[in-house]
Each structure stands twice: as C-alpha cells, then as structure tokens.
C-alpha cells in the first residue's frame, strides 16, 4: 500500500497562535489529498477536500480562513490552523487517493494538537 | 438517513471465532466500498477494498458486497485479540464538490481471550 506522512505527529501551542501541519504522499503522487478532524470517541469528520493548483473545497461548517490548505504540489499539502484556540485541540488526519490503485486513500498517521 | 450506516457495538466475539461486520450505503451510484481498521488513539488504516458483487478475500479477511441490497459486509476468521479495534465502513460518493468517501461511525469489535 502506498505511505503518507503527516509532520508533526502532535503539537503543543498556546491560544491564539497558528499552528502548521504537513502531509506528505512518499511513494506516490496525489493530486487529490483529504484532512479530517477526530474528537476523543467521534468518528472522523472531513473538513477539506485539497486540490493540487487549486482552491481546496471546505465542508459545510468549516472556516476556511481559520483553517488554511495549501496544496502546491503532488505531494505535499499543508494545513495551518491560524489564531488557534483551546477547542481546536483535536486529532488531524490526512489522507492522500492514491490514483494508480483505484482511488484508493491512504491516512496518514495524524497529528494531535493541544491548544493551551 | 445517513449516507453510510454501521451498529456502533461493540461486538464481541471470542478468540478463534468469525466477527462479522455489516455496513448499509444509500447512494445507489456508488461504486467503491472500503473498510479501515482503527485502533485507538492512531488513524485508520485500509485493510479491504471491494469494487463489485460478491466476495472479496485476503488472508482472513472477506469483504463481501450486495450492490442489489446496498450492503457491504467484513468478515474476519479467525479473530485475534489484535484485532480488537474500531472497524469503518468507507464508502465513495459522488458529490457536487468531487468523489469523495463517506464513513460510517465505526464498529467497535472486542476480541476475548
């Protein structure tokens, strides 16, 4: 299966700081790459659907100027959560399809983020 | 109704037995159907992926697909205590916004020693 990376795997940071998260397809090219958001028992809830060379498309409810995706190339996407605060502390995931194998997604293994 | 639906259990079964996980879809386009497993703390890992009708096996997994009755099944044999953990059904929609996947809220499956 294919390998995606996420940097750094959790982060402390205080209220009202922006905080960066990268994801990294290694062994394949993804133009399309995914971040979700997962609360302690919830199950997973997809925020950003991120394009490469375009705008990403952001789910319902979710602000897109707080929460900033770049995608500037096929593999590589960041999310940066700006003016964080205590309720953004959450568990973020990526994930990158993996279009050789049937749009398959791959997760990266997450990033905790605690907000103090 | 919810796009994608799963017994939130748990389940328990017991070491040495056959766990069996059952998924309801309700987009009738849909083409492909994934389950995850997801322990607690990491982030989901893909273990099945099934395209068309009928059964779909891979060591002792068994992905099975009824497009017919919009169900998706997983069968585990042999059940191990490691593979107690929380199991999603993935299931890819076609949306204004691009195809994307739709999971369900996960079935915990406990395996006793």
Not at chain 1, 88 to 109: H, K
Not at chain 2, 41 to 51: A, Q
Not at chain 2, 84 to 111: D, E, H, M, P, R
Request: net charge neutral; glycine share 8%.
């Amino acid at each position: 299966g294919a390998v995606v990376s996420q940097h750094p795997s959790w982060v402390i940071c205080k209220s009202g700081t922006s905080v960066k998260i990268e994801c990294r397809s290694l062994d394949f090219q993804a133009t399309t790459m995914f971040w979700y958001r997962q609360f302690p028992k919830q199950s997973l809830m997809l925020m950003a659907t991120s394009n490469e060379g375009s705008k990403a498309t952001y789910e319902q409810g979710v602000e897109k100027d707080k929460f900033l995706i770049n995608h500037a190339s096929l593999t590589l996407s960041t999310l940066t959560v700006t003016s964080a605060h205590p309720e953004d502390s959450s568990f973020y995931i990526c994930s990158a399809r993996d279009q050789r194998e049937y749009n398959e997604q791959y997760f990266g293994p997450g990033t905790r983020l605690t907000v103090t | 109704q919810k796009e994608v639906e799963q017994n939130s259990g748990p389940l328990s079964v017991p070491e040495g037995a056959i766990a069996s996980l059952n998924c309801t879809y309700s987009d009738r386009g849909s083409q492909s159907f994934f389950w995850y497993r997801q322990y607690s703390g990491k982030s989901p890992e893909l273990i099945m992926s099934i395209y068309s009708n009928g059964d779909k096996e891979d060591g002792r997994f068994t992905a099975q697909l009824n497009k017919a009755s919009q169900y998706v099944s997983l069968l585990i044999r042999d059940s191990q205590p490691s593979d107690s953990a929380t199991y999603l059904c993935a299931v890819n929609i076609l949306t204004g916004g691009g195809n994307k996947l739709t999971f369900g809220t996960g079935t915990q499956l406990k395996v006793e020693l």
